[in-house]
């Protein structure tokens, strides 16, 4: 069975929008009786009867709405819902009268003889035209009660609905980075590992040692990091620094790696671990194929309100074409994770020419502390 949203508690604007719907029928009624009556009538005891007549309905308003939502006018339920509010229709009608004639009364105004005892008052009402004018304020009431909670359940309805898409590109965004993690494992410890071997059988113990501590700070940040959607460009290339220090013992002096940042793109969010799969495609098909290494440049600048990330390197993989969307995890990731963090404003493309291969990363330029696009859509 569908859980139904809770009905939230009345607003003032909407005690306001009751005051005025009460306001406007006591001023016409008021004008309208005043008009029929010329100087005949006193103008006060015309607008204190009208007062009293609508007060009456405004009291009565917050009961009907209680009864409607108790038994509610909707399909399944017409054969109990119709008697109940004829019934409690007519009831309210006759109150009403009869809380006019009390007014009139206290007013010391001319009361009929059928009207002088409460038995003959609800027969003469009963038959009177006014029976239907009060069965028929009680059909508006209890209608504007049911638009008004349609409206709320729809608005509801579509909150939670907002708020459930959001969380879950939330974990979308989380399981690729998860996956992300996986796919980096291995690649470190069996790289990684060879080159301790290396070093070891070198008698490089110290060398060893010290790429044993980096590869140790290495996992601990991708496997227990923060985890979150975004960091810091500042941190993301400290994380790509202590990838390369590992690196750079496996291809020596054959691997050369640049760094060109503007300070203003520092503080700049960028996806987490976005960089590493760039990097590590760079050495994959510029440098390890040649027998002299080549170079690594990263670079970033903020370009009016896009941050404009590149990792370069200088060898002929791709000279003279563009990388197809589909080929490579690492890339594919990537950008499934840009597509989902940022849509179509931001986009990774792989080209070569004559001086190497450019993997470009444009994205919206914003700073690392703003909340991410995710845990804005999660928040809302």
């Not at 940022?342 to 703003?370: F, I, K, M, Q, W």
């Amino acid at each position: 069975m569908p859980v139904r949203p809770p009905l939230r508690s009345p607003r003032p604007s909407i005690g306001l929008a009751l005051l005025a719907l009460w306001a406007v029928p006591v001023l016409v009624t008021t004008g309208q009786a005043w008009a029929a009556a010329g100087s005949a009538a006193s103008l006060g005891s015309i607008v204190v009867r009208g007062a009293a007549f609508w007060s009456f309905w405004i009291v009565a308003a917050p009961l009907i709405a209680w009864l409607v939502r108790r038994v509610p006018p909707a399909p399944g339920q017409w054969t109990r819902a119709i008697p109940v509010h004829l019934a409690a229709s007519v009831v309210v009608s006759i109150a009403s009268q009869l809380f006019y004639g009390v007014i009139r009364r206290l007013e010391g105004a001319f009361i009929p003889p059928e009207y002088r005892t409460l038995g003959s008052s609800v027969r003469a009402i009963l038959l009177d035209e006014w029976l239907g004018v009060g069965m028929l304020l009680y059909a508006a009431v209890a209608g504007a009660v049911v638009a008004l909670d349609m409206t709320r359940r729809y608005h509801a309805r579509d909150t939670h609905a907002a708020q459930r898409e959001a969380e879950l590109e939330t974990q979308l965004v989380q399981a690729q980075l998860d996956a992300l993690r996986a796919q980096l494992n291995p690649h470190f410890l069996f790289n990684a590992l060879n080159s301790v071997a290396m070093l070891v059988r070198a008698g490089a113990r110290s060398e060893a040692v010290r790429v044993l501590a980096g590869l140790g700070e290495l996992l601990r940040h991708v496997l227990y990091g923060r985890g979150t959607p975004e960091v810091a460009l500042r941190e993301e290339l400290a994380f790509v620094e202590r990838y390369l220090a590992i690196e750079r013992v496996r291809f020596g002096d054959r691997l050369r790696v640049a760094v060109d940042v503007e300070p203003d793109a520092m503080d700049a969010a960028v996806p987490n671990l976005l960089l590493q799969p760039l990097v590590e495609n760079a050495l994959k098909h510029g440098v390890a194929p040649r027998p002299d290494g080549g170079s690594v440049t990263l670079r970033a600048r903020a370009d009016g309100d896009v941050l404009r990330v590149e990792v370069h390197d200088d060898g002929g993989a791709l000279a003279g074409r563009e990388a197809p969307a589909g080929p490579g995890l690492g890339l594919a990731n990537t950008r499934a994770r840009l597509a989902r963090l940022y849509g179509a404003d931001a986009r990774l493309r792989v080209s070569g020419d004559t001086d190497g291969t450019r993997a470009v990363v444009e994205l919206p330029l914003r700073r690392a502390d703003a909340a991410s696009p995710a845990d804005a859509g999660a928040a809302a």
